[in-house]
């Protein structure tokens, strides 16, 4: 199947800065990708989508200005937490259909973000 | 707008006995796919099992198959043989059918906990 990777996995960070996860398609081209946020013990919440060359959508009830993202080519979405604070802890997943109509998903495997 | 329900926060299965999981959802769509997910304990997300919905037939993945009655807008999952490494978080999905890139809503989730 289909490759996403994340990267880091796990990040921790001081309260106040920003912090960039990285999303990638290792052997395919995602024109869109879709990021979810996961508290603990908790469902996948869509976050926004990630449109190449164009801008995300994001879901009602998340801030444009706080999570930042950028799909600048066909292999990468990044999505950046700005002045990051311990509410932001969370589970951030990626994910990408291999294509257009494709019923799929392909999952990254996660970053776990840490807020001091 | 789509809802997923699953009604069953957790559930325990001794090994090799099987297991069925509950998931119920709500459409005005005709035309949609329903998945299930496993979310082991790496918080990789797995596609188990795909049901397009215009489809009779119910799918079967090896151990895995479903119960799509899709009058009564219920799809569950039923796991036979269980195994250890069966234990996960498992999320049903709903995603409509469309030209483009459509998004997945995803049900709270039913933790299965295998036992030797």
């Known amino acids: 199947g289909a490759v996403v990777s994340q990267h880091p996995s796990r990040v921790i960070c001081k309260s106040g800065t920003s912090v960039k996860i990285e999303c990638r398609s290792l052997?395919?081209?995602?024109?869109?990708m879709f990021w979810y946020r996961q508290f603990p013990k908790q469902s996948l919440m869509l976050m926004a989508t990630?449109?190449?060359?164009?801008?995300?959508?994001?879901e009602q009830g998340v801030e444009k200005d706080k999570f930042l993202i950028n799909h600048a080519s066909l292999t990468l979405s990044t999505l950046t937490v700005t002045s990051a604070h311990p509410e932001d802890s969370s589970f951030y997943i990626c994910?990408?259909?291999?294509?257009?109509?494709?019923?799929?998903?392909?999952f990254g495997p996660g970053t776990r973000l840490l807020v001091l | 707008a789509q809802t997923v329900t699953q009604s069953q926060p957790e559930m325990s299965v001794q090994e090799a006995e099987t297991v069925t999981l509950s998931c119920t959802y709500d459409?005005?769509?005709?035309?949609?796919?329903l998945f299930w997910y496993k979310q082991p304990p790496s918080r990789q997300m797995i596609l188990v099992i795909r049901q397009e919905a215009y489809k009779q037939q119910n799918a079967t993945e090896n151990r895995f198959s479903v119960n799509f009655q899709k009058a009564a807008k219920s799809f569950s999952l039923k796991i036979s043989d269980s195994q250890l490494g069966d234990t996960a978080m498992y999320f049903c999905?709903?995603?409509?059918?469309?030209?483009?890139?459509?998004?997945?809503?995803f049900g709270k989730g039913t933790m299965l906990l295998v036992s030797p």
């Open positions: 994910s990408a259909p291999p294509g257009v109509g494709q019923e799929t998903q392909y």
């Open positions: 990630s449109n190449e060359g164009s801008k995300a959508t994001y």
């Open positions: 999905a709903f995603m409509k059918r469309d030209s483009g890139y459509s998004t997945l809503t």
């Open positions: 459409t005005s769509e005709n035309n949609y796919y």
């Open positions: 052997d395919f081209q995602a024109t869109t």
